[in-house]
């Protein structure tokens, strides 16, 4: 079982990016195949953004492609989100996860709440 | 993109009975794609169920999941305190990953 830690600013202007990390312990990143980001909101609920594959290729949600970049750092065993032009309806407490498209889904970190604010 | 639509958005029932929250899918789907997660306040998902019928690691065998086609139900055989809580469902089969927007399950 891998334990995740998602860090980053809390607070993001809006037009902004907003750019996350997630630290991965108890294993290799390059160990488990698929690395996700979602995120939640009272009134959208759960909302997938996207993930990366170790290898390194990428899916995102449509709702969000033009927006959204998620990379890996092995050397650090973490990945990252980055999300383009923020307005407030990008505020949400936002996961990183195991699992994906076709993959098992598990572990979550704790998650990290962003407001999109001036 | 497949929606996920769950019922009862509430479900009130007391310490040891049984819940049967059900999740349905706006067109078929395969049933190796369809999780279930518990969320409690201030606390991430956790997975309980996979490939609709699989128990992740450390759920309790008071869980189930089953259904295929459209349909899918997480049962609990038998409330526990710990039960309580929100759950959601999951379909990850395809882009986009969904999830439904959730069955509170509470104290009657």
């Known amino acids: 079982q891998v334990r995740l830690q998602e860090s980053g600013p809390g607070l993001v202007k809006p037009s902004g990016t907003l750019s996350l990390t997630c630290a991965v312990s108890?294993?290799?990143?390059?160990?488990?195949?698929?690395w996700s980001w979602v995120r939640q909101t009272p009134g959208k609920g759960l909302e997938w953004i996207g993930e990366i594959f170790h290898g390194g290729s990428t899916n995102y949600n449509p709702s969000l492609q033009s927006r959204v970049t998620i990379s890996l750092d092995m050397s650090k065993n973490q990945f990252s989100l980055n999300l383009t032009s923020v307005t407030a309806a990008d505020t949400a407490v936002y996961y990183c996860a195991t699992g994906g498209i076709r993959g098992r889904p598990g572990d979550w970190g704790q998650g990290t709440l962003v407001t999109v604010s001036s | 993109e497949v929606v996920l639509t769950q019922s009862p958005g509430t479900l009130s029932l007391s310490p040891g009975e049984r819940a049967t929250l059900s999740c349905r899918a706006s067109q078929r789907v395969a049933t190796s794609y369809i999780a279930w997660f518990q969320q409690k306040p201030g606390q991430a998902p956790r997975v309980l169920i996979y490939g609709s019928s699989y128990r992740a690691s450390g759920t309790p065998d008071r869980f189930s999941g089953g259904g295929s086609g459209t349909d899918f139900t997480l049962t609990i055989s038998g409330l526990e305190p710990e039960d309580f809580a929100v759950y959601f469902c999951q379909y990850y089969g395809s882009s986009p990953i969904t999830f439904g927007a959730g069955t509170k399950v509470e104290i009657k």
């Open positions: 108890g294993g290799s990143i390059i160990a488990n195949n698929w």
